[in-house]
């Protein structure tokens, strides 16, 4: 399986190094950028389209939810947040996960092994459609 690219945004210096680290030291991913301005990261984000996007949710000038509203595509999401209380509104924008900081490890790893199995029955139904309309 290819590595899933991605892209984290979080305000927080300390919490954006932490999960940098994690995703660096995991096989599945290729990290493409992080950003601590959302501003910033949009204009990358556009550029480059990552696969995935680790945002924070309280951002100054903007939620990570509004982030995610105003992309023009929609790649996948997991919102990482110290802030339990917006799970719910990450679900109504379609999050693949949620993860409350601190960020633990043994979590995230949880939800790559989820990931990659989300993404590789994405390859393989995709892989269908192209026989389908081969033979169709």
């Known amino acids: 399986m290819e590595k899933i690219t991605c892209v984290v945004v979080d305000d927080n210096p300390r919490d954006l190094a ?3 680290a ?8 290729q990290l493409k950028g992080s950003f601590n301005n959302p501003v ?3 204009t990358f984000i556009l550029a480059h389209q990552p696969e995935l996007l680790f945002l924070d949710i309280e951002m100054p000038g903007f939620t990570g939810l509004e982030f995610l509203k105003s992309l023009p595509y929609s790649p996948e999401c997991i919102f ?4 339990e209380e917006h799970s719910v509104e ?3 924008v379609f999050a693949f996960d949620f993860i409350v900081k601190p960020l633990r490890p043994d979590r995230f790893n949880k939800c ?6 989300y993404f590789n029955t994405k390859g393989k139904a995709n892989l ?7 033979d169709g």
Do not use: G, M, P, R
């Open 18 to 20: 932490h999960l940098v």
């Open 22 to 29: 994690l995703i660096e030291t995991n096989s599945s991913l």
């Open 40 to 42: 910033e990261a949009a």
């Open 80 to 83: 990482v947040t110290a802030f």
């Open 90 to 92: 990450s679900w109504e």
């Open 112 to 117: 790559v092994l989820h990931l990659q199995d």
């Open 128 to 134: 269908y459609d192209e026989i389908y309309k081969q």
